[in-house]
């Protein structure tokens, strides 16, 4: 992936700009079998690509020192291709295709300060996720693409801000159409469009600094994702990976020692219940878990951090599907112990 951005530094600017060129091509290899005790069963071999090309702009006019609008444009090309080969039970099976697509997304934007510390804002933003091809091959079905995901977001919010508080408050509706989702049999599943969805909710945001260097933020969220009627296999179900809310809360601290500063952070997370499957057979319900880390910054461009997720070892899981009558699941790896290293060279 890269990417080439330009902006506008500065403040007191009538008008700020952001430029952008964007790229990602990906290219995949995946061999698999499936063999019973008395013949080989399937076996397979496909090869996948995608690329991306995108050049987007954003632009904010400061009409007043309290009122600005926005607006910004991205242009895309995508372009994919498939090809493999495998047979089934003897059976030979084989295609390939290739795919291109163009999108334009907009985005437009107004804010206003109704006090020096109080804004408020609207946003209208589409969004996308490419078209292509599945990475696992499937015997007996042509080499069709997924269509592109598609979505528009509606924003409502708000921003207070002080030297000691920050409060932060949005709404939001979302529409999605051409829902990309994984369906299908166990070892077979392949992503298509599953139709369209609607979410609606509200998050909320607030920290407070109650000491020099040291802060104690809360966050939360409560979201409602569900398949529309025009949905022909999961119309008025919940999405999946979709939790009905969620919360966090983290002190973070800096504290100035002659070697350099200490950085601790003690967080716990909530994470509300949520489905694996667009039949809403699969579910996780809600779970905790803490975290902590310290860090230090131990030179101007050196900063080392050594952190523990998951402190208490909480288990849940991560995923799940249904084979034959029974469910299965996949669990997280648990408590994780590790250290990060940053090393600023410019």
Request: hydrophobic share 35%; glycine share 10%.
């Given at each position: 992936?890269?990417?080439?951005?330009?902006?506008?530094?500065?403040?007191?600017?009538?008008?700020?700009?952001?430029?952008?060129?964007?790229?990602?091509?990906?290219?995949?290899?995946?061999?698999?079998?499936?063999?019973?005790?008395?013949?080989?069963?399937?076996?397979?071999?496909?090869?996948?690509?995608?690329?991306?090309?995108?050049?987007?702009?954003?632009?904010?006019?400061?009409?007043?020192?309290?009122?600005?609008?926005?607006?910004?444009?991205?242009?895309?090309?995508?372009?994919?291709?498939?090809?493999?080969?495998?047979?089934?039970?003897?059976?030979?099976?084989?295609?390939?295709?290739?795919?291109?697509?163009?999108?334009?997304?907009?985005?437009?934007?107004?804010?206003?300060?109704?006090?020096?510390?109080?804004?408020?804002?609207?946003?209208?933003?589409?969004?996308?996720?490419?078209?292509?091809?599945?990475?696992?091959?499937?015997?007996?079905?042509?080499?069709?693409?997924?269509?592109?995901?598609?979505?528009?977001?509606?924003?409502?919010?708000?921003?207070?801000?002080?030297?000691?508080?920050?409060?932060?408050?949005?709404?939001?509706?979302?529409?999605?159409?051409?829902?990309?989702?994984?369906?299908?049999?166990?070892?077979?599943?392949?992503?298509?469009?599953?139709?369209?969805?609607?979410?609606?909710?509200?998050?909320?945001?607030?920290?407070?600094?109650?000491?020099?260097?040291?802060?104690?933020?809360?966050?939360?969220?409560?979201?409602?994702?569900?398949?529309?009627?025009?949905?022909?296999?999961?119309?008025?179900?919940?999405?999946?990976?979709?939790?009905?809310?969620?919360?966090?809360?983290?002190?973070?601290?800096?504290?100035?020692?002659?070697?350099?500063?200490?950085?601790?952070?003690?967080?716990?997370?909530?994470?509300?219940?949520?489905?694996?499957?667009?039949?809403?057979?699969?579910?996780?319900?809600?779970?905790?878990?803490?975290?902590?880390?310290?860090?230090?910054?131990?030179?101007?461009?050196?900063n080392i951090s050594v952190y523990v997720d998951n402190l208490f070892d909480r288990r849940y899981r991560t995923y799940g599907y249904m084979n034959g009558s029974s469910a299965?699941?996949?669990?997280?790896?648990?408590?994780?112990?590790?250290?990060?290293?940053?090393?600023?060279?410019?």
């Amino acid at each position: 992936m890269q990417e080439l951005r330009a902006a506008t530094l500065g403040d007191a600017r009538t008008v700020d700009m952001v430029f952008g060129l964007y790229r990602q091509n990906t290219r995949e290899k995946l061999n698999s079998a499936y063999d019973m005790p008395t013949m080989p069963y399937l076996s397979s071999t496909g090869y996948t690509t995608a690329e991306t090309l995108a050049a987007y702009s954003d632009l904010t006019w400061h009409l007043t020192d309290r009122f600005d609008i926005g607006g910004g444009v991205r242009f895309s090309h995508d372009k994919s291709s498939t090809q493999y080969h495998g047979s089934m039970l003897g059976n030979p099976f084989g295609d390939q295709g290739k795919s291109n697509d163009d999108q334009v997304l907009g985005q437009l934007s107004a804010g206003y300060m109704l006090t020096d510390d109080w804004r408020v804002y609207t946003r209208v933003a589409q969004g996308y996720k490419p078209s292509g091809y599945n990475i696992v091959p499937t015997a007996g079905l042509d080499a069709k693409p997924f269509v592109a995901e598609k979505s528009i977001n509606y924003e409502l919010g708000t921003r207070y801000e002080t030297a000691d508080v920050t409060l932060q408050a949005a709404t939001f509706y979302t529409h999605t159409k051409d829902m990309q989702l994984y369906s299908g049999p166990v070892g077979m599943q392949t992503l298509s469009n599953a139709g369209k969805a609607d979410a609606t909710g509200v998050e909320l945001e607030a920290k407070w600094r109650f000491a020099p260097g040291w802060s104690w933020d809360i966050n939360g969220n409560v979201i409602r994702s569900e398949f529309t009627n025009d949905s022909e296999l999961y119309h008025g179900n919940r999405v999946p990976f979709v939790p009905r809310y969620g919360a966090g809360s983290s002190v973070n601290g800096v504290i100035d020692t002659r070697y350099g500063a200490l950085m601790p952070r003690l967080a716990v997370n909530l994470v509300g219940p949520h489905y694996f499957d667009g039949d809403n057979q699969l579910r996780q319900g809600t779970y905790a878990t803490l975290d902590s880390s310290l860090g230090w910054q131990a030179t101007e461009r050196m900063n080392i951090s050594v952190y523990v997720d998951n402190l208490f070892d909480r288990r849940y899981r991560t995923y799940g599907y249904m084979n034959g009558s029974s469910a299965v699941a996949q669990v997280n790896m648990g408590r994780t112990v590790g250290i990060n290293t940053r090393i600023d060279f410019f």
